[in-house]
Structures are given as C-alpha cells and as structure tokens.
C-alpha cells in the first residue's frame, strides 16, 4: 500500500523531553507552549515526545506524586484537559503532534497510551502493544491486547506512519505489520532508565529500518526527576535512522551507518531532521538490497498482526 496523500519532503522535531516537577497547570502549560512553538517556528511539520513524558503531571498532586501507583490515577485524570491543550496546539501551529505518552485508565485497566494530533485537531492513539518487566511485574500497567486494542496505521499529509512504543521496538513482528500495510515512518518514542535501555530501543529501532527499508525516529526523555518513582531516572537521545544504503538511485546522501539526525545524549532539546517519503518507495524498489521485499522468502515467515489503517488529517 502507499501514502492516499500528498508525501512531500518535511521537517521532524524529535524531543529529547525533560521530566520537569511542575508547580502547577500553568507551569506545564507554559512548557508545552514553549516547546511546540520553538518546533514550530523552525518549520517543523511532524513533532514527536517521548513515552511517559506525560509522568511529569504527577507533580500536580503534591500528595500523590512520589506514590508510584496513585500517580497513575493522577496524571490519566487530567488526559482529557491534556489532549484539549495538544488539540489547540495542533491547530494553532498547524503541525502534526505525537504526545508524550501516558497511562489512561480503561475500564479495570491502565495502558500506556500515545495520542496523535493532526493540523486540524483531531486526534487518534496508539497503545503500546508489548510491556516491560517494570511495567507488567511493578507498575501494572496492560498490554493493548487487554482491552482490545492492536497496531494502528495513520494515514496522514504526511505519508503513512505508525507508533511503536519503545519496547514494542524491540520486536520485529511489529513494525514489519506496520511496514507490510504501507508505513513510510515509524515513531519510536521512548522512556529508558540507563543507557543499556537507550541502546536498546535504538538497536531496534535501527533494525527495524533496515528491515522494512523505511525511517524510523526515536525520541526519549531525559534528565533525572527524583521527586518520581516512576520516571526517576531518564538516559537517551533523539535520534532518525534510515537503511544503510550505498546504492546511488536509492542511498543519495544516506550515511554509512544509517544516522541521519543524532542529538546529545542528556540535553534537553529538539533535534531537527528532514524526512522525505519518497525515498522509502525508491529503497524498496532499489536498493541495494531489498530487505522488505525478500521478508516473506525467510524460512519461518509468518502471519503478521492486523493493523487498522486510521485516516487523520
């Protein structure tokens, strides 16, 4: 499948977002302003937070926001006013908007839930599909699959993008589903307490380009938020990742090791990258090799995960 809309080249801003202890709702908003129009105002199309970079609403509740679980309750209380502020942003900059992402409460369960905003305001999300030991085993928050949910495909001005949250990098099914229905841009956005986590989720995430022949970014949060048990610690860094392709019909300008934009690990910042669709239908029809047409010739190849393919424009 490819893009139903217009797939021009844009510019990505890719958070490297800081867990801040915020006084108040005005302090948070305040941030969330500064942030998306500093993104904006440099032209940006397409901004990315990372994973449960919404944790930091926890601060609100003074009471609550050292308690691991009540800060659960916390912060999915407030998603509905959190969602109206990033609906208003999307519109006012005219920009496309992945939210940090944050446990919502559904029904009996909590899940870790990304929301996507397109220029006119209306909003999607994806759950994240795969939970860590901390997550499961701690914290108790659900797979997806609790509730029902699985893998989403936007359908953008963009291009085709899909979400897989940081974990859910780390397992080729996945993204290959995502790919495999038309993605030319997989997010990655991601929450890591050590560098061992970071380069995970970054070996994956690289994997996953080179497998599907497709971009794929990375935005983490960053700095240390002592006040929080669950986000206490924050190592990474933003990064865009590409095939590592040398084939001059298809590579053009792609570095050796498939990096196209890197930030400093630890600074909070925006990391700025150009991303151009029509390169991910030229590495596929030519590359130098041809990883996401050979992925069926693998011995063991398989059925995939559905993925529902979500119009937002």
């Known amino acids: 499948?490819?893009?139903?809309?217009?797939?021009?080249?844009?510019?990505?801003?890719?958070?490297?977002?800081?867990?801040?202890?915020?006084?108040?709702?005005?302090?948070y908003e305040a941030k969330l302003r500064r942030w998306v129009g500093e993104a904006a105002g440099q032209g940006a199309a397409l901004l990315v937070f990372p994973e449960y970079g919404a944790m930091e609403l926890a601060a609100l509740d003074p009471a609550r926001k050292s308690d691991l679980h009540a800060g659960l309750g916390v912060v999915s209380d407030l998603l509905p006013r959190v969602d109206a502020l990033h609906a208003d942003l999307a519109r006012e900059h005219g920009?496309?908007?992945?939210?940090?992402?944050?446990?919502?409460?559904?029904?009996?369960?909590?899940?870790?839930?990304?929301?996507?905003?397109?220029?006119?305001?209306a909003m999607?999300?994806?759950?994240?599909?795969?939970?860590?030991?901390?997550?499961?085993?701690?914290?108790?928050?659900?797979?997806?699959?609790?509730?029902?949910?699985?893998l989403r495909l936007f359908d953008t001005a963009l291009g085709r993008i899909g979400i897989t949250i940081c974990y859910d990098s780390e397992f080729p099914l996945l993204a290959r589903a995502l790919a495999q229905a038309g993605a030319d841009l997989i997010l990655a956005p991601s929450c890591t307490d050590s560098l061992h986590g970071y380069w995970r989720v970054r070996i994956g995430a690289q994997a996953r380009a080179l497998e599907n022949q497709c971009f794929v970014l990375q935005s983490p949060t960053v700095g240390d938020a002592p006040w929080s048990s669950a986000v206490d610690i924050n190592r990474g860094a933003a990064g865009l990742y590409g095939p590592p392709d040398a084939k001059p019909a298809a590579g053009a300008d792609m570095p050796a090791d498939g990096v196209l934009a890197l930030g400093e690990?630890?600074?909070?910042?925006?990391?700025?990258?150009r991303v151009d669709p029509a390169r991910v239908a030229d590495w596929r029809a030519d590359g130098s090799i041809l990883t996401h047409r050979d992925w069926a010739a693998q011995p063991g190849a398989g059925v995939l995960p559905g993925v529902e393919v979500v119009r937002l424009v």
């Open 1 to 27: 499948m490819t893009a139903s809309f217009q797939a021009a080249p844009f510019l990505a801003a890719i958070a490297q977002y800081p867990i801040d202890d915020l006084a108040d709702w005005a302090a």
């Open 95 to 121: 920009v496309y908007i992945l939210a940090a992402s944050a446990p919502c409460r559904v029904g009996d369960h909590y899940v870790n839930r990304a929301r996507f905003f397109a220029p006119s305001g």
């Open 124 to 150: 999607s999300h994806q759950d994240k599909i795969m939970m860590t030991r901390f997550e499961a085993e701690q914290w108790g928050v659900s797979p997806a699959g609790t509730i029902g949910g699985g």
């Open 265 to 273: 690990e630890g600074a909070a910042q925006w990391v700025y990258a």
